[in-house]
């Protein structure tokens, strides 16, 4: 029983290749694509007014600096915004559940975001390895867990999206198996479980968005520190 109820989290293969990049990249064609007409369509006008609200909402704690990152963190956004909700449908892979695409998004950027602050202010950078006003004999302790704290961002960033698109995922499985087998032997007990399976749906919508708006926020602000 627990091998099939991992087995969603699987990358699909076929011919022992594995298809996780075909599920990375088809999504994206279900965007629909700028016209030269002098009216968009309404889907596109919506698209297009998201993401403007989503470009200034994201930009207002950064300075003018980190303007240059607005189509790096609004094409991020998107790309796990549509893995996370189309993994909710049924017969589907959802790739941001692996860690390891997770942390291949979150090392490089948390990483870029290190480099920008020690080349653009260094002695401000490295100041956050060591608060002001601290007592000598605490300076290294408080540099090495400031050290570790600082190395174990990109690892938060991707345990936390993994972690909660993997429990949604299993609760909703769990909850889904035991509806379809109380529905022979008790069909009321099967109706209030299939109910909490659709407010579950619903929560696990909002989950995808908003984990998707945290992973992104949290890199503002670190570009923001630095």
């Known amino acids: 029983m627990t091998v099939s109820l991992f087995d969603q989290f699987m990358s699909p293969t076929l011919l022992g290749i594995p298809l996780i990049a075909l599920a990375i990249t088809l999504p994206w064609i279900m965007y629909p694509a700028p016209t030269t007409r002098w009216l968009n ?3 596109l006008a919506l ?14 704690p950064l300075s003018l600096g980190g303007h240059k990152w607005a189509a790096l963190l609004t094409s991020l956004m998107i790309f796990l915004i549509t893995m996370n909700m189309l993994g909710l449908l049924p017969y589907t892979f959802t790739p941001t559940t692996q860690l ?3 942390l291949g998004l979150a090392t ?14 260094p002695t401000h950078a490295l100041g956050h390895l060591l608060p002001e006003g601290t007592p000598g004999p605490l300076i290294p ?9 600082l190395f174990i961002r990109p690892l938060a960033l991707g345990v936390r ?4 698109l993997t429990a949604g995922h299993l609760l909703i499985q769990l909850i889904s198996t035991a509806a379809f087998v109380l529905l022979s032997s008790m069909p009321v007990v ?8 659709v407010l579950l749906t619903l929560l696990e919508v909002a989950v995808a968005m908003i984990q998707a708006y945290v992973f992104v926020l949290l890199l503002t602000l670190y570009l923001q520190e630095n």
């Open 100 to 102: 390891s695409l997770n």
């Open 41 to 43: 369509s309404r889907f």
């Open 141 to 149: 302790v408080l540099i090495v867990i400031e050290t570790i704290s």
């Open 108 to 121: 490089p950027l948390w990483l870029a975001t290190v480099i920008i602050g020690m080349r653009n202010q």
């Open 161 to 164: 999206l993994t972690a909660n």
């Open 47 to 60: 698209q297009g007014w998201f993401i403007n609200r989503f470009t200034q909402q994201l930009l207002l």
């Open 190 to 197: 099967a109706l209030l479980t299939s109910t909490v399976l």
